[in-house]
């Protein structure tokens, strides 16, 4: 019998990720990551998200209706580095960091899996939305889910071929309104338990005044200007925005206004136009090239420059030893430094059975990496 540790947040996925294993005839450890083990218990509350003592309770309740061991395993030097100072950096850059992607792959992956190992067992599992294909070229893939609303494969194109051939993802084949029905079913509490939306380590989404604590920094503002270098108003500091925002920029232009760039250099936030913000190019580097191992030759692509981006066509090539160039077909808006750009292998299919409308549906992800 093949054993799977399975990483339990204490929601609903993760529970019937479990359950379902179970019942595939795997033997099931679960397993929550806790991350804010050295704080008091009412800031473990407010701060913990997916890994807090809510979670660990919920997870713990699961585990003995399952009848499964269970174990809390303490992740906080892993997150604190690979995550919350990445983070905090980022913005500090002007960039805009994904730190959902950066706990992936180093925390519910990379350090989840080596102690999986250690103890025994042949894999993980998580409650993602998402499928592991092995492709014809033998080489392991991230297969989109059953239901594009739901699809989380985005947030996994960084995955190294080991561990995609240690990771067992089945809640990949079900929609969310059926996971849900599958926990009823089973008596689960937790069915009905509300996705979290937040992240994590910010949960009131203060992202400002969370760096500025964290980093023991002060954030001064500074000059909101237009690219030719017009001072047009004062701004809050460079942490306080991102690319493509509009609101809350806190002036009155007379046009909607949005931000096109960030520089930290000059403590500058450069704003424009909705038509200044387009652009059919993207620079990407940090590439991770999961279905291919790497790229030979220009392709054509479907692709995400964000998680709720529908995707569009564009075309990459090699502009350098670890870096593409994405040409678009249409141009695109906002797009922002520091983000994930994914790379889909894509059919178009009919909207409805019989229908003359197209739409363009992913299948599995080629690559990425992240935008310069």
Same mark, same amino acid.
């Given at each position: 019998?093949?054993?799977?540790?399975?990483?339990?947040?204490?929601?609903?996925?993760?529970?019937?990720?479990?359950?379902?294993?179970?019942?595939?005839?795997? =033997?099931?450890?679960?397993?929550?990551?806790?991350?804010?083990?050295?704080?008091?218990?009412?800031?473990?509350?407010?701060?913990?998200?997916?890994?807090?003592?809510?979670?660990?309770?919920?997870?713990?309740?699961?585990?003995?209706?399952?009848?499964?061991?269970?174990? !809390?395993?303490?992740?906080? @030097?892993?997150?604190?580095?690979?995550? *919350?100072?990445?983070?905090?950096?980022?913005?500090?850059?002007?960039?805009?960091?994904?730190?959902?992607?950066?706990?992936?792959?180093?925390?519910?992956?990379?350090?989840?899996?080596?102690?999986?190992?250690?103890?025994?067992?042949?894999?993980?599992?998580?409650?993602?939305?998402?499928?592991?294909?092995?492709?014809?070229?033998?080489?392991?893939?991230?297969?989109?889910?059953?239901?594009?609303?739901?699809?989380?494969?985005? $947030?996994?194109?960084?995955?190294?071929?080991?561990?995609?051939?240690?990771?067992?993802?089945?809640?990949?084949?079900?929609?969310?309104?059926?996971?849900?029905?599958?926990?009823?079913?089973?008596?689960?509490?937790?069915?009905?338990?509300?996705?979290?939306?937040?992240?994590?380590?910010?949960?009131?989404?203060?992202?400002?005044?969370?760096? @500025?604590?964290?980093?023991?920094?002060?954030?001064?503002?500074?000059?909101?200007?237009?690219?030719?270098?017009?001072?047009?108003?004062?701004?809050?500091?460079?942490?306080?925005?991102?690319?493509? =925002?509009?609101?809350?920029?806190?002036?009155?232009?007379?046009?909607?206004?949005?931000?096109?760039?960030?520089?930290?250099?000059?403590? @500058?936030?450069?704003?424009?136009?909705?038509?200044? =913000?387009?652009?059919?190019?993207?620079? $990407?580097?940090?590439?991770?090239?999961?279905?291919?191992?790497?790229?030979?030759?220009?392709?054509? !692509?479907?692709?995400?420059?964000?998680?709720?981006?529908?995707?569009?066509?564009?075309? *990459?090539?090699?502009?350098?030893?670890? @870096?593409?160039?994405?040409?678009?077909?249409?141009?695109?808006?906002?797009?922002?430094?520091?983000?994930?750009?994914?790379?889909?292998? $894509?059919?178009?299919?009919?909207?409805?059975?019989?229908?003359?409308?197209?739409?363009?549906?992913?299948?599995?992800?080629?690559?990425?990496?992240?935008?310069?």
């Amino acid at each position: 019998m093949k054993t799977v540790v399975v990483g339990m947040s204490g929601g609903v996925d993760s529970s019937v990720a479990a359950y379902l294993l179970k019942k595939q005839g795997f =033997q099931v450890i679960g397993v929550t990551m806790q991350i804010w083990q050295d704080e008091d218990q009412v800031t473990q509350e407010e701060n913990g998200g997916c890994c807090g003592l809510s979670a660990v309770d919920d997870a713990r309740r699961v585990a003995s209706d399952l009848q499964i061991p269970y174990y !809390v395993m303490n992740f906080k @030097e892993e997150f604190k580095t690979n995550v *919350i100072d990445y983070f905090v950096e980022e913005y500090l850059n002007g960039r805009t960091p994904n730190p959902c992607i950066a706990c992936n792959r180093y925390v519910k992956w990379e350090a989840l899996l080596q102690r999986s190992l250690a103890i025994g067992a042949d894999y993980i599992a998580t409650g993602h939305y998402a499928r592991i294909e092995k492709l014809p070229n033998g080489r392991y893939t991230i297969a989109c889910s059953k239901t594009s609303a739901k699809d989380q494969t985005y $947030a996994l194109y960084n995955l190294t071929q080991e561990q995609l051939s240690r990771t067992l993802m089945p809640v990949g084949e079900y929609t969310k309104e059926e996971i849900r029905e599958i926990a009823k079913e089973i008596h689960l509490q937790v069915a009905g338990k509300p996705d979290s939306q937040d992240i994590c380590f910010v949960p009131d989404g203060d992202y400002a005044a969370f760096i @500025e604590e964290y980093s023991d920094r002060n954030i001064p503002e500074g000059n909101f200007v237009l690219s030719d270098g017009t001072v047009l108003g004062r701004h809050k500091g460079i942490t306080h925005y991102t690319v493509g =925002q509009r609101r809350g920029l806190g002036l009155a232009l007379g046009y909607h206004a949005f931000v096109l760039e960030i520089r930290p250099e000059t403590n @500058e936030v450069v704003l424009g136009t909705n038509e200044e =913000q387009m652009t059919d190019t993207v620079r $990407a580097n940090h590439l991770n090239f999961m279905a291919m191992g790497d790229l030979t030759e220009p392709l054509r !692509v479907f692709t995400k420059i964000r998680y709720n981006h529908r995707g569009a066509w564009c075309t *990459i090539e090699k502009s350098g030893e670890d @870096e593409v160039l994405c040409t678009f077909e249409q141009p695109q808006r906002a797009v922002t430094p520091g983000q994930a750009v994914v790379f889909y292998a $894509a059919e178009e299919r009919p909207k409805t059975e019989g229908s003359s409308e197209m739409y363009t549906r992913a299948e599995y992800v080629i690559g990425g990496g992240i935008i310069l």
